[in-house]
């Protein structure tokens, strides 16, 4: 059984930052493209950033490209996801999930159905 953990989130003013992180039990981690998706109250969950399996490769939704950064460590079975300059509309639930290779392909890493394994989410809360 492959176990998905977040950690990291919080309440923040707008301008700030915060650094989620995931980590993944059992299975072989370098074989999971990671991801992030969030969701807002009342909204559907959507894609927010993805790393391939390596970590060479990243994706970002257009609302957050040059703030956030996601990044990933094979050697500690972990993903992260460096959130800066933080706007009130960033507040979400925040998933991480994981998924095989197949989903690097196409637009599927943008769709949460294309994931195998999900975390229960870490909250995120910015004040303006």
């Known amino acids: 059984q492959v176990h998905v953990v977040e950690s990291g989130g919080g309440l923040v003013q707008a301008g700030g930052s915060l650094r989620l992180s995931c980590g993944v039990s059992?299975?072989?981690?370098?074989?999971?493209?990671m991801a992030w998706f969030g969701q807002a109250p009342g909204k559907a969950r959507e894609f927010v950033a993805a790393?391939?399996?390596?970590?060479?490769?990243?994706d970002y939704s257009d609302r957050v490209k040059g703030r956030f950064t996601m990044s990933r460590d094979n050697a500690k079975n972990t993903v992260y996801l460096q959130m800066n300059s933080l706007k009130p509309e960033d507040t979400a639930v925040y998933y991480c999930?994981?998924?095989?290779?197949?989903?690097?392909?196409?637009?599927?890493?943008?769709?949460?159905?294309?994931?195998?394994?999900w975390g229960q989410g870490t909250q995120v809360t910015v004040s303006s």
């Open positions: 999930a994981a998924g095989t290779d197949k989903v690097w392909f196409g637009r599927r890493r943008f769709s949460v159905d294309e994931y195998d394994y």
């Open positions: 059992e299975g072989t981690f370098s074989t999971y493209v």
């Open positions: 790393v391939s399996r390596s970590g060479v490769t990243t």
